[in-house]
């Protein structure tokens, strides 16, 4: 390199300052319009409003694209940790109530829907898919247990397709009735979903020092 000339930018991240985050939006929003088999990474770049060199730069086909998409914003919503079990049960049945409202949230459920009735594996995006989520609610799971806040032996999985049942069937209930649901009405249906897991599966410990005073049952 010669002397003024500047640095190379090494491969692997979108030169566009912020473009990360506006494709795998933009992945999420094309995903949930075209599903599989429409999904194209110039489709993407055209929403994200980059050059497709950009996309190309940081993944290299659509499956590591919305891999990525699905997993980062699975992320972001399930991990939390509010320091009780009740609390973090009703952040994640907040956030996955609110997901499920939104574009990107309908799209995430297109990608499971897909992933279920294909005879064939789609993509590493449909294992993602399956992973994310359960990984998550398991760890809130395991530190209730630790923490003495939720009986041993119950299965985890039940857990998470009670929340993610609520809010999904949540979701479809709402777009099918033509509604609009609210942050009021999302906290409220989000309060009733924990208060019914809870009333199985909290110990008599968690009962007595529930954060929002009252007992589950």
Same mark, same amino acid.
Request: proline share 3%; net charge negative.
């Given at each position: 390199?010669?002397?003024?000339? @500047?640095?190379?930018?090494?491969?692997?991240?979108?030169?566009?300052?912020? @473009?990360?985050?506006?494709?795998?939006?933009?992945?999420?929003?094309?995903?949930?319009?075209?599903?599989?088999?429409?999904?194209?990474?110039?489709g993407?770049?055209?929403?994200a409003g980059?050059?497709?060199?950009?996309?190309?730069?940081?993944?290299?086909?659509?499956?590591?694209?919305?891999?990525?998409?699905?997993?980062?914003?699975?992320?972001?919503?399930?991990?939390?940790?509010?320091?009780?079990?009740?609390g973090?049960?009703?952040?994640?049945?907040?956030?996955?109530?609110?997901?499920?409202?939104?574009?990107?949230?309908?799209?995430?459920?297109?990608?499971?829907?897909?992933?279920?009735?294909?005879?064939?594996?789609?993509?590493?995006?449909?294992?993602?898919?399956?992973?994310?989520?359960?990984?998550?609610?398991?760890?809130?799971?395991?530190?209730?247990?630790?923490?003495?806040?939720?009986?041993?032996?119950?299965?985890?999985?039940?857990?998470?397709?009670?929340?993610?049942?609520?809010?999904?069937?949540?979701s479809?209930?709402?777009?099918?009735?033509?509604?609009?649901?609210?942050? @009021?009405?999302?906290?409220?249906?989000?309060?009733?979903?924990?208060?019914?897991?809870?009333?199985?599966?909290?110990?008599?410990?968690?009962?007595?020092?529930?954060?929002?005073?009252?007992?589950?049952?």
């Amino acid at each position: 390199m010669t002397s003024g000339e @500047a640095p190379r930018r090494g491969r692997g991240r979108p030169r566009t300052p912020g @473009a990360e985050e506006k494709i795998l939006t933009a992945a999420l929003d094309e995903y949930g319009e075209r599903g599989w088999a429409g999904f194209t990474m110039d489709g993407v770049a055209r929403r994200a409003g980059v050059g497709k060199s950009t996309v190309y730069l940081r993944w290299a086909d659509k499956d590591a694209l919305l891999t990525n998409a699905v997993t980062n914003r699975g992320m972001e919503l399930t991990a939390v940790d509010t320091g009780s079990f009740e609390g973090d049960l009703k952040q994640l049945a907040v956030n996955m109530l609110r997901h499920f409202h939104s574009s990107g949230g309908w799209a995430a459920m297109r990608v499971t829907f897909d992933c279920a009735s294909s005879p064939e594996r789609l993509g590493d995006f449909s294992e993602a898919v399956s992973q994310v989520h359960g990984r998550q609610v398991e760890q809130i799971c395991l530190r209730a247990v630790e923490r003495g806040e939720m009986i041993e032996d119950f299965p985890l999985g039940v857990v998470t397709e009670t929340i993610y049942g609520a809010a999904i069937v949540n979701s479809l209930s709402e777009r099918l009735e033509g509604r609009t649901d609210g942050d @009021a009405a999302i906290e409220t249906r989000a309060a009733f979903v924990v208060a019914m897991v809870l009333d199985g599966i909290a110990t008599e410990q968690a009962r007595r020092t529930s954060p929002s005073g009252e007992p589950h049952s």
